[in-house]
C-alpha cells in the first residue's frame, strides 16, 4: 500500500519517511526543492517534485496513492508563503487531490492550540485546514502535537544558543506558560502507526510528551544538558514586543517574530499519558533526550541569535 508524504524532507518530514520505511510501507514524497531528496539515497521511496500550491502536481502524487499524510506548514510567513497560502489553501489543495485520487484515509498534522481566533493568524490557519479536512468527505485522522523536539529543531537550538552566550536568559514574561516536549521520533512513530488503526478515523489527537513543563523549566533542563548555571532575566512582554518589531525590521529570519510572541499565551499541552493510551509506548521525556544541544558553538550562537541557523544545526 502507497503512501504519499508531503514535506518529507522537513524536520518531522525526514523521520515519518524512515519510519514508514520501517514498517513496510511503499512511500511517495512529494518533494519542494530538486536536490532535497539526496537525503533519501540509501531508503526506498519513490520521489516526486511539486508542492501544495501546485494543483497538477498534486493530482500526479496522488494517482494510485491509498494513504496521504500531509505534514506541510509554516510557521513564519515568507513574501509567497503565509499561512493563509500555505496552511490553509495549501490543505485545501492536497485534500482535493486526495480526494479526486480515491485516497481512502487522511492524516493530518496541525497543532495543539488551534483555534478560531484572529487575533492568532497561525493557529487560526491551522483551524482553518482543521476544518477543511473534517469537512473534506475523507476518512481522516487529525493529529495535534505539542512542541517538537530533537536533533535539527529550531526551538531548542534558539534556547541552547541564549544559555551559550548569556549569563542571565531571557524569558519572555514569567516564563509560566507551559510546553509539553514530544521527541521527533515519537511524534514520527506515532504518525505511522495511526494509519493501521481505524478506530482512530474522525478523530482529533492531541499528543505530547510525558512531562508538562515551564518554559522556565525548559531552560533550566537546557541550561543542565550544557553544563551550564544560569539564572533567567524575566523581560516584560511590552518590551518584547518592542524589541521584535526592531528585529523584524532589522533581520530577514529574526529568532522570534511577532506571531511566535502571541502564542506564547496560548495553552501548549495535551493530556497527560494519550501517547501511552493510544500507541502503547512512554515517549521519550526532555531530560536526558537533548545531548544535541551541545553541538551549539558560540559562533553557532551568535548566527542563530542573528537570524541564521546553521545548516549543520538545522539539516541534522
Partial sequence: MTVLVTGPTGFLGRRVVHKLVEHNYEVRCLVHSPGRERIFDQVPVDIYYGDVSNAEALASACQGV???????????????????SINRVGTENVIAAAAAGRVSQ????????????????????????????????????????????????????????????????????????????????DLAQCIALSLSRHDLHGHTLELGGPDQLSYNQVVDVIARAMGKRRKKIHVPIWLMRMNVALLQRLMPRPPINAEMLKML????????????????????????????VNDVTFRDA??????????????H
Fill in 106 to 185: 487522511f492524516v493530518h498534522i496541525s497543532a495543539v492550540g488551534a483555534v478560531n481566533d484572529p487575533e492568532l493568524p497561525y493557529l487560526r490557519s491551522k483551524w482553518e485546514a482543521e476544518q477543511a479536512v473534517i469537512g473534506s468527505g475523507l476518512s481522516y485522522t487529525i493529529i495535534r502535537p505539542s512542541l517538537v523536539f530533537g536533533q535539527g529543531d529550531e526551538f531548542m537550538n534558539s534556547l541552547a544558543s541564549l544559555v551559550r552566550l548569556f549569563p542571565l536568559v531571557p524569558v519572555i514574561s514569567g516564563g509560566r506558560n507551559r510546553l509539553q516536549p514530544i521527541w521527533v521520533d
Fill in 66 to 84: 491509498k494513504q496521504v499524510i500531509h505534514l506541510v506548514g509554516v510557521i513564519r510567513e515568507g513574501r509567497s508563503a503565509t499561512y493563509d
Fill in 302 to 315: 551568535l548566527k542563530i541569535n542573528m537570524g541564521n541557523m546553521p545548516s549543520h544545526i538545522r539539516d
Fill in 265 to 292: 499565551r496560548v495553552r501548549n499541552v495535551a493530556e497527560l499519558g494519550m501517547v501511552e493510551q493510544t500507541f502503547g509506548f512512554r515517549p521519550r521525556p526532555l531530560e536526558g533526550s537533548i545531548d544535541f
